[in-house]
């Protein structure tokens, strides 16, 4: 028998327009969610209740980034599928909750039989179209899908304490090898400043700083604003895994779930809700638009800084693997790089989560061109987050004032402030500094 994992959750109430929905936060106690490993009749199974089968772009003729649930159904049918004994599972990473809204909230975990991850690029791999790979091929990947069964709980009040109160929200969800043995989830029909419970629940580097957090038990959230993971290959006590650079799918896969093994980021995931955005090493160092600090779209870094491995290539692969292990929302299905979104806490502030990093910037510092990006830094059309973008954010800042909240708090993965070397003069080119007006603007 695998434990369930029982946590609390504790949103924060917040005011909106007549038009945008207001936004929660959770507190400290995460939450317990019940899950069954036991795998289920499948004539009724429904896999779109895991999100991370929900392919990141919905440009379905134009980009193999998904999966034929069809197929991935069908093949669980085979007499050869055999479903996982609860012996054979473990919640390898615990669980964790993010992205928290006034109503509903991610709830993340991963159901696997082992702690490393799945070798396949299924989802990444190939141009045909959307929900249609080669059907004999796709059905002999791993058929033995396991069902997760959630469920999140009010707490009230007893004789003897608080008690365990009725069920608020919940549902079931397959998960595979294709997604890592990921599950994601929306618990919806939530409200503001409320206690809750959730459990997921199978029949069966040290990160000093989350444990500190987590044990001050002072914060109702956690706002991380990138380098979760680092890309490079070092050695040491806590080696990193794979012992190589990230460039693949299972390199990325691997790394995530490698951190999600250490103690304190399990415990400050468990109690609180993230809100987190990605910086430059959750893909590679010194991340823009073109490229890389060690490779860029060239013949060249194509065959000598990586493994044949593209800069696009490399960068679905990161977010393919990003999406599936952070317990995010994906806000828009039909631009998969995209992580700029905004959260609304009443008339105390709006917390407005932007992408400085990989979006759409103009180049940036490489190791090698700091004296270029000096000569072009007055660009009118260098750009830190490309135009639809700062539009976007430019409308936030607007719509929260005009909506009378306290305070503006930006959450970006570079410094804003202005660096001056010795001599007054401005340096500094990975900063907002490196792109002038829409400072100004601010």
């Not at 999966?67 to 599928?81: A, E, F, I, W």
């Not at 599950?183 to 069966?204: C, D, H, I, M, R």
């Not at 006590?237 to 990230?246: D, G, T």
């Not at 490779?295 to 693997?321: C, M, Y």
């Amino acid at each position: 028998m695998i434990k369930p994992i029982t946590t609390h959750v504790k949103p924060v109430s917040s005011s909106r327009s007549s038009h945008r929905g207001p936004r929660f936060t959770m507190h400290s106690n995460l939450g317990s969610l019940l899950g069954l490993a036991a795998l289920l009749p499948l004539a009724s199974a429904s896999f779109q209740g895991n999100l991370n089968y929900h392919p990141p772009s919905a440009r379905s003729s134009q980009i193999n980034l998904g999966l034929s649930l069809p197929l991935v159904t069908s093949r669980t049918l085979k007499r050869s599928s055999v479903a996982y004994q609860p012996s054979e599972l473990n919640f390898t990473h615990r669980v964790a909750s993010g992205d928290p809204y006034h109503n509903s909230v991610i709830l993340w975990t991963r159901v696997a039989p082992t702690a490393e991850s799945d070798r396949s690029n299924v989802t990444v791999a190939g141009t045909v179209d959307l929900y249609s790979h080669e059907r004999e091929k796709y059905i002999k990947a791993d058929a033995n899908s396991i069902c997760v069964e959630w469920k999140v709980w009010g707490l009230q009040k007893g004789y003897n304490g608080t008690v365990k109160g009725p069920v608020i929200s919940n549902g079931k969800a397959y998960t595979t090898s294709d997604i890592d043995f990921t599950v994601k989830v929306e618990a919806q029909g939530l409200k503001p400043w409320t206690v809750y419970s959730y459990q997921f629940n199978v029949a069966k580097g040290f990160f000093n700083v989350y444990g500190n957090a987590a044990r001050k038990d002072k914060h109702d959230y956690v706002v991380h604003l990138g380098d979760y993971i680092y890309e490079d290959a070092s050695g040491g006590p806590r080696a990193h895994k794979p012992a190589n650079k990230l460039f693949t799918l299972y390199d990325y896969r691997t790394r995530h779930g490698q951190y999600r093994t250490d103690n304190d980021l399990q415990l400050l995931a468990q109690n609180y809700a993230w809100i987190p955005t990605w910086d430059d090493h959750e893909f590679a160092n010194n991340g823009y638009r073109n490229g890389f600090s060690a490779l860029n779209n060239t013949e060249a870094s194509f065959r000598n800084d990586g493994p044949s491995i593209s800069v696009d290539t490399r960068k679905i692969n990161a977010v393919r693997a990003y999406f599936e292990w952070m317990p995010i929302r994906q806000v828009d299905l039909d631009d998969n790089l995209r992580i700029w979104r905004n959260f609304r806490m009443g008339k105390l502030l709006d917390l407005i989560i932007i992408d400085t990093r990989n979006y759409d910037r103009s180049i940036t510092s490489t190791g090698t061109n700091d004296e270029y990006i000096e000569l072009i830094r007055d660009d009118p059309l260098r750009t830190l987050m490309g135009g639809r973008q700062e539009k976007w954010f430019f409308r936030q800042l607007s719509e929260s004032k005009q909506r009378a909240a306290t305070w503006r708090v930006v959450g970006n993965q570079i410094v804003f402030s202005r660096i001056l070397d010795s001599q007054g003069v401005l340096t500094g080119t990975d900063n907002w500094s490196v792109v002038r007006w829409p400072k100004c603007w601010l």
